[in-house]
């Protein structure tokens, strides 16, 4: 449990929100209102809207709207991000985080894309469309054949291979004793070297020695 | 200081001073800024709505946001960075907060907002601006600081002034509801264990928050240090997470959802979660670690006035509390001394430290260290790398040092 849990715990402070009155302010929310803006999607599947696509259909869309800056095969044009590739080198000095090498749950790539993707034009995907460009991200990451057909409920049997791979935040158990013992004020060390110095490079209003 | 040293230094800064009246051109006649009288003193100046909404003098202009364009693909989703280097105390001004947006700036009325409150509640609502005018009000003064603020030095150092090592930081009064009532205004129900805070811009950006900090201190914001929240801010409507990474405080905040798990969402999956030298992940490290920097001298400020009586400034902060105790190394943490924390000492906000003394104009290594309410002391560099590895990229607290040479120029350095 976390430090923050545990203060809160200790100090009460976990209240009913039910206890205090209500202030009868604003309006109930239509279902048809919650529906347009309810578009998250879990690891659970709960979320996804019904439909499906194919890999095939899922390049062409791609290629057409995705690939100027994700590149054909989801290696990324210039400095835009990489979506395949960077297996096995979570622990390399120069790791590649895509969503084959390092997301852990597939789920995040549905909710994304609709919300977000194409960049400058979000929310303008149809159910189907984002099924196919999933399917077709996952055929680039090589967990899925050419054949292969993504919907709803075939959607959360796809496990990518990095989510066992994340844990909570342990900082409260292996930084913050190590890091409370105290300090040194005199006579802390018998010498001190520079081991490194930024480059003068960046906007900045200094000359270089 | 003996009477004899301190007679000394003032000799010394008195030399110093009558080298510099010479500098500027000082005659035996005496300085023309005051012999003469001055345009300013004899003209009239601007009346009074010469400017209805203020400005800095244009003395200023240099006191500005900075971006560094090849961290980002674009400048939409990017990031700048404050001038941390030129404020002083602890309020960071409106214009010069840094931003840092996933789809640019949506600008649009606030007529034209609403909040939406669904999932696991009793009843899902929907509330205007207007009516959340309605609601009771608190201010607090909070740091913000995105968990990216230094993380471009985890493989050494790398940018060339704090306002890039530190400057994703701001310390601004917010004005907003309590997100509790809001909450309660719904009735959350048993089961809503978590909640997804989502933004109305172009990425409509999202995170999870557990119940338990929703009903703690997050507030729902319309206000900075008095006035309107500014449109890169998040106008009309933000979320502020205390003492939690910067991503969590979501912008143009459209609609809080109640669920009874986390929903896993880009930020906190393929971004803000921090990758370890094993190849395993943190996810969810939301609190800030205690951290502090010498904003002046730094490489953006040298010491420009030569040897004498001299200021180090700087700030400290913690997402965990307040800040009792800032210490401060000039010789690269051999001795440490404490540093007077001037101002309020608020929780969750930045700490304003000074360290006033006399220069000798000898080379210095400076480094200051964080002691916050908790007991936690604001570790190296290289003690975090030791744990972490070199690719977490976010919350990189570690302690800072500054190499001033004997002309006062100062650089980014790391020392053994």
Redesign the interface.
């Given at each position: 449990m976390s430090r923050f849990l545990k203060t809160l715990l200790i100090a009460g402070l976990l209240a009913s929100p039910a206890a205090a009155g209500k202030l009868n302010l604003g309006r109930a929310a239509l279902p048809a209102e919650v529906a347009a803006w309810n578009i998250d999607v879990r690891p659970d599947g709960q979320g996804l809207p019904a439909g499906s696509g194919s890999v095939i259909d899922g390049e062409e869309l791609f290629t057409d709207q995705c690939a100027a800056c994700h590149g054909d095969f989801g290696e990324a044009v210039g400095r835009w991000p990489a979506l395949a590739g960077g297996h096995d080198t979570l622990a390399e000095e120069r790791p590649v985080k895509t969503i084959g090498s390092y997301w852990p749950y597939l789920s995040t790539a549905y909710d994304y894309i609709f919300r977000a993707m194409p960049y400058g034009d979000a929310q303008s995907l149809t159910p189907d469309e984002v099924y196919q460009l999933v399917a077709y991200i996952l055929y680039l990451n090589d967990a899925v054949d050419e054949d292969f057909i993504l919907n709803k409920e075939n959607f959360t049997s796809i496990a990518l291979p990095n989510t066992g791979s994340f844990r909570l935040d342990d900082r409260d158990n292996t930084e913050y004793p190590a890091f409370s013992r105290g300090v040194c004020m005199t006579d802390c060390k018998p010498s001190v070297q520079i081991t490194g110095r930024a480059i003068k490079d960046t906007a900045s209003n200094t000359e270089s020695e | 200081m003996s009477d004899k040293t301190s007679r000394r230094n003032f000799i010394k800064a008195g030399m110093a001073a009558s080298a510099g009246l010479a500098g500027t051109g000082a005659r035996a006649e005496g300085d023309p800024l005051i012999t003469n009288v001055q345009p300013w003193a004899q003209e009239l100046g601007d009346g009074v709505n010469h400017m209805p909404y203020g400005a800095p003098s244009p003395y200023e202009s240099?006191t500005i946001r900075?971006t560094?364009p090849w961290l980002?693909?674009d400048s939409?989703?990017a990031i700048n960075f404050t001038p941390i280097h030129q404020l002083d105390g602890i309020i960071t001004p409106n214009s010069v907060c840094f931003e840092r947006h996933?789809?640019g700036v949506a600008r649009y009325d606030p007529a034209d907002h609403r909040l939406?409150?669904?999932?696991l509640v009793e009843?899902?609502?929907?509330?205007t601006m207007q009516?959340?005018m309605?609601?009771p009000r608190e201010n607090h003064v909070y740091f913000m600081e995105c968990s990216a603020n230094s993380g471009m030095e985890w493989r050494?150092?790398?940018?060339?002034?704090v306002q890039?090592t530190h400057g994703m930081i701001h310390n601004v009064m917010y004005t907003g509801i309590p997100l509790?009532?809001l909450?309660?205004?719904a009735?959350?129900k048993t089961a809503g264990t978590w909640l997804?805070a989502?933004g109305a811009d172009?990425?409509?950006l999202?995170r999870s928050i557990?119940m338990?900090?929703a009903?703690?201190d997050c507030l729902v914001a319309f206000k900075m240090n008095g006035e309107a929240l500014r449109p890169e801010n998040g106008y009309p409507l933000r979320l502020v997470v205390p003492g939690w990474e910067g991503v969590t405080w979501i912008k143009w905040l459209?609609?809080l959802?109640i669920?009874d798990?986390p929903?896993?969402?880009?930020e906190e999956?393929?971004k803000y979660?921090d990758?370890m030298?094993?190849?395993?992940?943190?996810?969810?490290?939301?609190?800030m670690?205690a951290k502090s920097v010498i904003t002046s001298p730094s490489?953006?400020m040298?010491i420009t006035h030569g040897p004498g009586q001299t200021v180090i400034t700087g700030l400290a902060w913690s997402g965990?509390g307040t800040i009792p105790q800032v210490?401060i190394t000039l010789?690269?943490?051999?001795?440490?001394?404490k540093a007077r924390i001037d101002g309020l000492s608020l929780d969750k906000s930045l700490h304003r430290f000074y360290y006033d003394f006399v220069w000798d104009g000898k080379p210095l290594?400076l480094q200051s260290?964080a002691?916050d309410s908790?007991?936690?002391?604001?570790?190296t560099k290289d003690?975090l790398r030791k744990?972490r590895g070199?690719?977490s990229t976010y919350h990189n607290n570690g302690i800072q040092t500054w190499?001033v040479?004997a002309e006062g120029?100062?650089?980014?350095?790391?020392?053994?």
């Open positions: - | 240099d900075r560094v980002t693909a939409v989703s996933h789809g939406m409150i669904n999932g009843q899902e609502l929907i509330f009516d959340l309605r609601f050494g150092p790398q940018m060339d002034g890039y509790r009532l909450l309660e205004e009735g959350v997804l989502e172009s990425s409509g999202t557990p338990e900090k009903l703690d459209r609609r959802e669920g798990r929903w896993h969402q880009r999956t393929s979660t990758l030298a094993d190849g395993t992940s943190r996810r969810f490290t939301w609190e670690d490489p953006q040298p965990h210490d010789d690269g943490g051999v001795n440490w001394h290594l260290r002691h908790t007991g936690y002391i604001q570790p003690a744990l070199l690719s190499a040479n120029i100062t650089d980014n350095v790391e020392i053994s």
